[in-house]
């Protein structure tokens, strides 16, 4: 019912910048309440990475400074901007939407991961 589909993801040197874009599509009109980015590495649980909702961010501590989450409205479309790439930023990055469903209540939906690996 809702995809969402990510991109941006590479290969870059410690020190570079990466930006993700990922974009929500729907049959019908949706409506938004939070997006916000995940990140899984090898061996470790997934994480929550930055947020947006309502005009809020949130973001991880090892992230803050580095990082910056923003959302085109018009579009259903959330960016991370990553400076200052770390190897330890290295993971699959994932899109994750919640949406008001067609009964008034909340719908969780995941893009499908995007690679970002930090190597020197």
């Known amino acids: 019912q809702v995809q969402l589909v990510e991109s941006g993801g590479g290969l870059v040197q410690p020190g570079e910048a990466l930006r993700l874009s990922c974009t929500a599509t729907?049959?019908?009109?949706?409506?938004?309440?939070?997006m916000g980015w995940y990140r899984q590495a090898p061996g470790k649980q997934r994480e929550l990475v930055a947020s947006?909702?309502?005009?809020?961010?949130n973001y991880a501590d090892s992230v803050k400074g580095r990082f910056t989450i923003s959302r085109d409205s018009f579009k259903n479309t959330v960016y991370l901007q990553m400076s200052s790439l770390e190897p330890e930023d290295t993971a699959v990055y994932y899109c994750?939407?919640?949406?008001?469903?067609?009964?008034?209540?909340?719908?969780?939906?995941w893009g499908q991961g995007t690679q970002v690996t930090v190597s020197s």
């Open positions: 947006t909702s309502r005009g809020t961010t």
């Open positions: 729907s049959g019908s009109v949706l409506s938004i309440n939070a």
């Open positions: 994750n939407v919640r949406v008001w469903g067609v009964r008034g209540d909340q719908n969780e939906y």
